[in-house]
């Protein structure tokens, strides 16, 4: 049972409304007029904490650092400024990459002795490019409860007005700060279809956009996100070579930065290539399972495989007006695009 100086003071002013059950291990719920609160003993709660405006800590991920009985922060002197401007006053013990495999076992002690622990990061989710995933894991393997209290994120706040789609996206954290290692990267992402998310330092930006003008093509539409949710909060969206310019114009490139590039086009030759493929596994394979091998290896839609292989079927019955034999002759009917 938690029983820290900060629960009994955030219990004080709902226990009127607190209620107490023994099963499952819910030690009490907290009503402060909104959806109630439940925290549970034996509990990782990993909380997401705001990336700017202190206004973005949600209802439940205050309520919930309130009352665990330990918050484990990256920083505890910026977490410290984040408790304090919300009147918690839970213990917050460090928790960053360098300690991070040797603090685990004492984490799953506490949990062990039925505490509720939650972990935050500087700003954001945890784990997402900050410490956390050998926490997790290691509190996983034990047998112990997770919570996810979601919110904040620059991944998500950044797509969110990039005006890039956002159907399908691929997050590389921070590139390499070293320019071969940065620029091999780039080179393996160049052909990546999907609306790219990355970190980025800002004295390294105009190099890494640089890089990027370069590898891409100027063409390539972008959106860096800068500051978000703060006072300088701004965006700029164009392409590659209107951001080097937009960036070269600027004395000095200050804060948090997140670059959102488009991804590059699916064009003739990537339909030449899906087509080729298509082709030598109808040679070798009945039709069903062509269409099935040729979907998962390259991820295209099953329907566009399917019209493919009609497609390349017709032409073979146009070019010597009879349908060629193949191991995966598509008059069987057995195809379903379902
Ligand atoms: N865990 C965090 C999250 O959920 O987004 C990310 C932590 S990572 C160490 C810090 C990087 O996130 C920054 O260098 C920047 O790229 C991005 N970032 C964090 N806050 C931001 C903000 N307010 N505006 C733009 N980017 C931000």
């Given at each position: 049972m938690c029983a820290h100086p900060a629960a009994t003071a955030n219990s004080k002013k709902a226990n009127r409304r607190r209620v107490v059950f023994n099963n499952g291990g819910i030690v009490r719920t907290v009503s402060e007029g909104l959806a109630a609160v439940s925290i549970e003993q034996g509990v990782l709660y990993v909380v997401a904490t705001p990336i700017g405006n202190l206004q973005d800590l949600s209802p439940r991920a205050r309520q919930v650092l309130g009352d665990v009985d330990v918050v484990f922060a990256?920083?505890?002197r910026v977490s410290a400024r984040l408790l304090n401007h919300f009147g918690i006053a839970t213990p917050l013990l460090p928790f960053h990459q360098h300690n991070e495999r040797r603090v685990c076992p004492g984490v799953v002690r506490r949990l062990a002795a039925r505490q509720s622990v939650a972990l935050i990061c500087d700003a954001g989710t945890p784990l997402i490019s900050d410490p956390g995933y050998h926490l997790v894991q290691a509190v996983r393997a034990a047998g112990y409860k997770l919570c996810s209290i979601p919110g904040p994120c620059a991944i998500v706040a950044s797509l969110a007005v990039a005006g890039l789609p956002t159907d399908r996206f691929v997050f590389e954290g921070f590139l390499p700060p070293r320019r071969p290692a940065r620029r091999d990267r780039l080179s393996v992402l160049r052909h990546e279809q999907r609306t790219l998310v990355?970190?980025?330092?800002?004295?390294?930006?105009?190099d890494c956009v640089a890089d990027m003008n370069e590898l891409f093509g100027a063409d390539r539409r972008v959106t860096l996100a800068r500051e978000l949710t703060k006072i300088y909060e701004e965006t700029f969206a164009g392409t590659l070579r209107g951001l080097s310019e937009w960036?070269?114009?600027?004395?000095?490139?200050q804060g948090e930065i997140v670059i959102v590039v488009a991804g590059a086009a699916g064009d003739a030759h990537?339909?030449?290539r899906l087509r080729h493929s298509v082709a030598t596994l109808l040679?070798?394979?009945?039709?069903?399972q062509a269409v099935a091998a040729a979907t998962e290896i390259s991820g295209a839609n099953k329907n566009q495989i399917y019209r493919l292989m009609l497609e390349i079927a017709s032409h073979s019955v146009a070019e010597?007006?009879?349908?060629?034999?193949?191991?995966g002759?598509?008059?069987?009917g057995e195809i379903s695009t379902n």
């Open positions: 990256e920083d505890t990355v970190y980025e330092v800002p004295h390294r930006v105009r960036l070269q114009e600027k004395a000095r490139v990537d339909h030449e040679k070798y394979l009945p039709a069903r010597d007006g009879k349908p060629e034999e193949s191991a002759s598509c008059n069987s």
